[in-house]
């Protein structure tokens, strides 16, 4: 059976007599247990769908493994009896990481601007304004969404997940600031729409707050510009640009040429991240 490095494999989240773990139906190589992380195998009884009996070590009827953070008290035998109830999903995948800023030690708080500043530059290499930084927390602040870091690693917390408590969930600073340029872009254009069809009392409110907007919209495009997807972009950009060009000289002229930057385009498209399950699912559409 494959053996697994628990810090290199996203894990089913589960709960199992109340304690949050993560599983796997692999074996965990245990050496690779960061500290403070248990590691328990489960054993399955006559049905095969669920797990009848924990234990520090299982060599037949193997069902998994769970990881976590609490201790299980084992009977005089090593072991801890299991009902088809006592074990459940929660549908969720987590790193090691995650798991970690969820059910041990909680990241850093960066809702101030200047730490965000120096943590950015610092520990992820990507230098960003202080008016940057405001305008990031702000718009992540209106979502429901904060950052926090834990061993120079970013992560974004949901704070409408659970009441009373943040989920937090690893990110990079291009997908944060990929996801505030989205949310600028929905605004603009649903404060555009409604522009259109206000009354003369609420449309000068409206303007100011579209203009608002629109010089948000130039400070998020100069960040995301620094970002990977950005160079992407404007590398594709370049491309087309030049192909375009090159096109025009076939035969076939300008029909060919529109033709193939259309393709070109609508293919770019991939070099996007795809918003989260999780934030789709909250309505602040990572």
Known sequence: MVVIDANKEDMEEVEIKGHMALF????????????????????HGDDDSYP??????????????????????????????LSFDDFGFSGEELSMTEYLA????????????????S???NDLNFPITEQEADKLLGYLEGHEF?????????????LGYEYGKVRWREVSIDYVVNRVAEWNYEFLESAKSEMEYADSSAYAEMKEYY???CGDEKILDELFDRTI???????????????????MQLPEGID???????????????????????????GKAR
Do not use: H, W
């Open 52 to 81: 009848a009996e924990l234990e520090e070590n299982v060599r037949v009827n193997y069902f998994g493994a769970v990881l976590m953070t609490d201790k299980m008290e084992l009977d005089k035998e090593g072991r801890v009896a």
């Open 24 to 43: 796997t139906e692999l074996r965990v190589d245990k050496s690779t247990l960061p500290d403070g992380v248990n590691c328990y195998e489960l054993r």
């Open 229 to 247: 997807y950005g160079k992407e972009l404007n590398n594709l950009a370049e491309k087309i640009a030049l192909d375009f060009i090159q096109n």
């Open 146 to 158: 904060l950052l926090g870091k834990k061993e120079g690693k970013l992560f974004q917390g949901d």
């Open 119 to 121: 943590f950015a530059e």
């Open 211 to 213: 203009d608002t907007l």
């Open 256 to 282: 060919v040429a529109i033709q193939r930057m259309t393709e070109e385009i609508a293919a770019g498209k991939d070099l996007l991240p795809e918003v989260s399950p999780e934030l789709k699912q909250s």
């Open 102 to 117: 969820n059910y041990g030690e909680e990241p850093d708080d960066l809702s101030v601007v200047a730490n965000l500043v």
